[in-house]
C-alpha cells in the first residue's frame, strides 16, 4: 500500500490513472471520491474505491494480502485544506512551467525536478510549503494505517 496526495499534477491525471487500472492498482480515495491532484484536493477524476478510516485501509489491505494478491493499492489522501493551493494559481505554475520545458528540451528523469523547481519559483515558495504539509499529512495517515493493521 502507497499512501500519497494524488498523482503530481505536472503528470498527465488521467493517463496515470489509466496507466494504473491496466496494471491492476486500485486507486482509493481517503475520504473522498475524487482523486486529490497534490497541490489541491480535487482533480476532477474519480477514484475507484472510497474509504473513510485507517482502519478500513488497513482492512483492505490485509484482505489484499490475505487472498495472496500480488499487487499493491494507492491510497490517494487529499491535502488539508489550510494548505490546499488555489487551482488557478498552481494550474497557471505548472502550465508554463512546462512550456518553460518545452521551450528548453527538458524531457525525461530531467522533467521532474526541473518542474517541482520552476512551479517552486512561480508559486513563490507556496508549493514546495503546501508540498511540505502532504508530506506531514501522509505519514501521519500511514502510521496510523499500519497501527490498524498491527491490531487485525
Request: hydrophobic share 45%; glycine share 8%.
Amino acid at each position: 500500500m502507497v499512501v500519497c496526495a494524488g498523482a503530481k499534477s505536472i503528470l498527465d491525471l488521467g493517463l496515470t490513472l489509466e496507466y494504473l487500472e491496466t496494471h491492476g492498482v486500485p486507486v482509493i480515495g481517503y475520504g473522498t471520491k475524487e482523486l486529490p491532484a497534490f497541490y489541491t484536493r480535487k482533480s476532477g477524476f474519480a477514484v475507484d474505491y472510497e474509504l473513510d478510516s485507517p482502519a478500513e485501509l488497513a482492512a483492505a489491505f490485509k484482505a489484499s494480502q490475505d487472498m495472496g494478491l500480488k499487487g499493491g493499492m494507492l491510497v490517494t489522501n487529499p491535502i488539508p485544506e489550510e494548505f490546499s493551493m488555489d487551482p488557478a494559481v498552481i494550474n497557471k505554475a505548472i502550465d508554463e512551467a512546462i512550456a518553460q520545458a518545452n521551450a528548453q528540451g527538458i524531457h525525461g528523469k530531467e522533467s521532474t525536478p526541473f518542474l517541482l523547481a520552476k512551479v517552486k519559483e512561480l508559486t513563490g515558495g507556496d508549493s514546495l510549503d503546501s508540498n511540505i504539509q502532504l508530506v506531514f499529512n501522509n505519514a501521519r495517515l500511514a502510521a496510523q494505517t499500519a497501527a490498524e493493521l498491527c491490531k487485525l
